[in-house]
Nanobody, 118 residues
Framework: QVQLVESGGGLVQAGGSLRLSCAAS????????MAWYRQAPGKQRELVAR???????NYADSVKGRFTIVVDSAKNGVTLQMNSLRPEDTAVYYCNAITSGVIPKNIWGRGTQVTVSS
């Protein structure tokens, strides 16, 4: 059973930076897609950034130019570099993976809190 574990969240002032990491553990893992989502209080979970095979990336409009998602082969996961953080980036950030294969699995981490103060 694959588990995703996020780390790197915390409290930062507006304009600052944080790097989130997501590491996969457990059984053999071959993701087709890895992504970061976030959920702010009272709001729906939304896609922040996604990376697919051949390093094809997608970003939410609100984070383009500020956030960068990168595959971390050493940890069998992904990192999310977040720069120029804004108070509206405050949320719980979740790592997500969709496995490759005949029956893809959708796997979620437990999340890490990011709080940006003004």
């Amino acid at each position: 059973q694959v588990q995703l574990v996020e780390s790197g969240g915390g409290l930062v002032q507006a304009g600052g930076s944080l790097r989130l990491s997501c590491a996969a553990s457990g059984s053999t893992f071959s993701p087709a897609v890895m992504a970061w989502y976030r959920q702010a209080p009272g709001k729906q979970r939304e896609l922040v950034a996604r990376v697919r095979s051949a390093d094809i990336t997608n970003y939410a409009d609100s984070v383009k130019g500020r956030f960068t998602i990168v595959v971390d082969s050493a940890k069998n996961g992904v990192t999310l570099q977040m720069n120029s953080l804004r108070p509206e980036d405050t949320a719980v950030y979740y790592c997500n993976a969709i496995t490759s294969g005949v029956i893809p699995k959708n796997i979620w981490g437990r999340g890490t809190q990011v709080t940006v103060s003004s």
